[in-house]
């Protein structure tokens, strides 16, 4: 049994990222600004999330692309996810999507009727029942945005 706890402690060591449900830490290879519209990248069914810069953690999670835009949502079916309230403390992000990692802003969507075609879209997405528990549930989405820094900097005119 030790020897066992043994190699799956070091199988999670070896990872870079999220393990399955288990959260990781830092998501490992360069990364790239964030893109503006993510329509090619609608199909992707999870993401990874890497969140706290500081004292990086990373989470897979669900996604969704509306209009170009990508989406993830917060869930709070277990009292153990945490991460939702640390990504609006400091919602400087690092997402890895179809084995790309990319610096963005994770911003708290507050509009009822956007809320409400983000949860039709994951349902349909992912085969939920559109009234069911997940419409039920306490979430909260984020939407993933260039980090103003980088949004200024592709703003200036080329020289």
Same mark, same amino acid.
């Given at each position: 049994?030790?020897?066992?706890?043994?190699?799956?402690?070091?199988?999670?060591?070896?990872?870079?990222?999220?393990?399955?449900?288990?959260?990781?830490?830092?998501?490992?290879?360069?990364?790239?600004?964030?893109?503006?519209?993510?329509?090619?990248?609608?199909?992707?069914?999870?993401?990874?999330?890497?969140?706290?810069?500081?004292?990086?953690?990373?989470?897979?999670?669900?996604?969704?692309?509306?209009?170009?835009?990508?989406? %993830?949502?917060?869930?709070?079916?277990?009292? @153990?996810? #945490?991460?939702?309230? =640390?990504? *609006?403390? +400091? !919602?400087? %992000?690092?997402?890895?999507?179809?084995?790309? @990692?990319? #610096?963005?802003?994770? =911003?708290? *969507?507050? +509009? !009822?009727?956007?809320?409400?075609?983000?949860?039709?879209?994951?349902?349909?997405?992912?085969?939920?029942?559109?009234?069911?528990?997940?419409?039920?549930?306490?979430?909260?989405?984020?939407?993933?945005?260039?980090?103003?820094?980088?949004?200024?900097?592709?703003?200036?005119?080329?020289?």
């Amino acid at each position: 049994m030790r020897g066992a706890l043994f190699a799956f402690c070091s199988l999670l060591l070896a990872c870079d990222g999220p393990v399955g449900p288990l959260p990781g830490g830092r998501l490992a290879g360069p990364d790239t600004a964030c893109p503006v519209e993510w329509q090619a990248l609608a199909g992707e069914r999870e993401v990874e999330l890497e969140l706290m810069p500081d004292a990086p953690r990373s989470v897979r999670i669900w996604n969704v692309v509306v209009a170009g835009r990508l989406f %993830v949502p917060g869930d709070f079916l277990t009292p @153990i996810k #945490r991460w939702p309230q =640390q990504v *609006v403390a +400091d !919602p400087r %992000v690092r997402i890895r999507i179809a084995g790309r @990692i990319h #610096r963005c802003l994770a =911003q708290r *969507v507050e +509009d !009822p009727e956007l809320i409400e075609g983000l949860r039709r879209a994951a349902a349909e997405k992912y085969e939920l029942e559109p009234d069911g528990w997940a419409a039920q549930s306490e979430i909260w989405w984020f939407e993933l945005r260039p980090r103003p820094e980088e949004a200024a900097i592709r703003a200036q005119p080329a020289r």
